[in-house]
Nanobody, 126 residues
């Protein structure tokens, strides 16, 4: 397992923006798939966006396409999730996750990821 630390959550009004950060390591970003997942109260955890270290494949859930952008800085060992146009239904605990092989990023399923951060709360008010 690898260590992942999320930050950047908070309370924002609908239509606002937040940027989540996940501190990993250069090793993780060079060889692993990295993903952002979220879990709202009473709902199952879902994949929001994942990125592959090998070929840069990026997955976005339909619900966030055009609003969220995943990016990574290999040199700094950081992964980001820029969230624009936030909606109340985006309210959830957001988790950063990582695992190998890198191609699991293409489907972004939580059962494929074995290392998880502690999560950061995002609350969007209407």
């Amino acid at each position: 397992q690898v260590q992942l630390v999320e930050s950047g959550g908070g309370l924002v009004q609908a239509g606002g923006s937040l940027r989540l950060s996940c501190a990993a390591s250069q090793l993780v970003l060079n060889y692993y798939a990295i993903g952002w997942f979220r879990q709202a109260p009473g709902k199952e955890r879902e994949g929001v966006s994942c990125i592959s270290s090998s070929d840069g494949t990026i997955y976005y859930a339909d619900s966030v396409k055009g609003r969220f952008t995943i990016s990574k800085d290999n040199a700094e060992g950081m992964v980001y999730l820029q969230m624009n146009g936030l909606k109340p239904e985006d309210t959830a605990v957001y988790y950063c996750a990582a695992d190998i092989p890198a191609f699991i990023a293409s489907s972004c399923k939580d059962e494929d990821f074995g290392s998880w951060g502690q999560g950061t709360q995002v609350t969007v008010s209407s």
